[in-house]
Nanobody, 120 residues
Framework: QVQLVEFGGGLVQPGGSLKLLCATS????????LGWYRQAPDKALELVAS?????IKNYADFAKGRFTISRDKAAVELEMNSLKPEDTAVYYC????????????????WGYGTQVTVSS
């Protein structure tokens, strides 16, 4: 059974740091693009950062310079620094598998999410 399990959410003060970890089940995820999305109350789901099987990273503009995504085979980590109240959201781990020419999305898996709250 495919599983993505997130760890590391919580309450942090503005300017603080948090590290999120997503553990995946199954060795097949080494061939997946892994990423983090977030959804704040009354807002749409948005990409935070992603990292491909070869290590190429992609960041949302709000994450550049503050967040760092990394992976170790089938696990993905998001280090968040200089956190702001507007970073408050549920953060979701995601795993995507594309066709060889990247024209089709074959599989798309999601974790249940972890709450990050930035508040004093």
């Amino acid at each position: 059974q495919v599983q993505l399990v997130e760890f590391g959410g919580g309450l942090v003060q503005p300017g603080g740091s948090l590290k999120l970890l997503c553990a995946t089940s199954g060795s097949a995820f080494v061939n997946y693009a892994l990423g983090w999305y977030r959804q704040a109350p009354d807002k749409a789901l948005e990409l935070v950062a992603s990292i491909g099987p070869g290590g190429i990273k992609n960041y949302a503009d709000f994450a550049k310079g503050r967040f760092t995504i990394s992976r170790d085979k089938a696990a993905v980590e998001l280090e968040m620094n200089s956190l702001k109240p507007e970073d408050t959201a549920v953060y979701y781990c995601n795993a995507k598998h594309y066709s060889a020419d990247r024209s089709s999305l074959i599989s798309d898996y999601w974790g249940y999410g972890t709450q990050v709250t930035v508040s004093s």
